[in-house]
Structure formats: structure tokens, C-alpha cells
């Protein structure tokens, strides 16, 4: 499974973005896919996930704010991103976990800048 994640930017506080997240390769694999986000000096943490069957996790800092959601047609997840914060500024990476054994896939990561 290969990951190709995009949709950062820069944004200022209270704007919006999308990210996407293309995967390709074994998709019918894919048990599920989460974005994670690491801030600089940061440990790399979850920010959602969504698995197969729907099921949707969200971080506490980031409900009600952040949306995940799939396309299963070109299998593709996207993260939309409201009410930005500066906070929120990070490099966003994009993870699948697929096969019998839980494997990763990470994607390149996209960088989010949110200004005050």
C-alpha cells in the first residue's frame, strides 16, 4: 500500500483546509487509514482515524473542529480541517494500516501552518 498525502498549507487562525490522502497498491487491504501530526520538538501523535466498516476516532483536541471521511470510488480519505488553530501547525502524515498483520504504510506528510 503507498500513501500520497497533499492539501497543506498556510491558513490563518479560524480558516479552514483539506488535507487528502491517496492510496494505492493493495487497498482492498487497508483495515484503516489515520492522519497523524507531528509538531516541531513534538512526538508524533493521532488525530483521527477512520476503519473500514466507518467507524470514526477522533482526538479530544481536535472534535468537533476536524471531519474525516472516505471516497471509496477513488480511495482516497480526506481530513477537513476548521477553526484552525496556531496550535494545529504541523507536518500531517497520513498512515494505513492493512493486511492480516497490521502492517504501516506511512504517507510523506504535508505541511500545515496555521498564523495568528
Known amino acids: 500500500v503507498q500513501l500520497q498525502a497533499s492539501g497543506g498549507g498556510l491558513v490563518q487562525a479560524g480558516g479552514s483546509l483539506r488535507l487528502s490522502c491517496a492510496a494505492s497498491?493493495?487497498?482492498?487491504?487497508?483495515?484503516?487509514i489515520g492522519w497523524y501530526r507531528q509538531a516541531p520538538g513534538e512526538q508524533r501523535e493521532l488525530v483521527a482515524s477512520?476503519?473500514?466498516?466507518?467507524?470514526?476516532n477522533y482526538a479530544d483536541f481536535v472534535k468537533g473542529r476536524f471531519t474525516i471521511s472516505r471516497n471509496n470510488a477513488d480511495n482516497t480519505v480526506y481530513l477537513q480541517m476548521r477553526s484552525l488553530k496556531p496550535e494545529d501547525t504541523a507536518i500531517y502524515y497520513c498512515?494505513?494500516?492493512?493486511?492480516?498483520?497490521?502492517?504501516?504504510?506511512w504517507g510523506q506528510g504535508t505541511l500545515v501552518t496555521v498564523s495568528s
Open positions: 477512520i476503519y473500514s466498516g466507518g467507524v470514526r
Open positions: 497498491g493493495s487497498t482492498a487491504s487497508i483495515n484503516a
Open positions: 498512515n494505513a494500516k492493512f493486511g492480516p498483520r497490521g502492517n504501516d504504510s
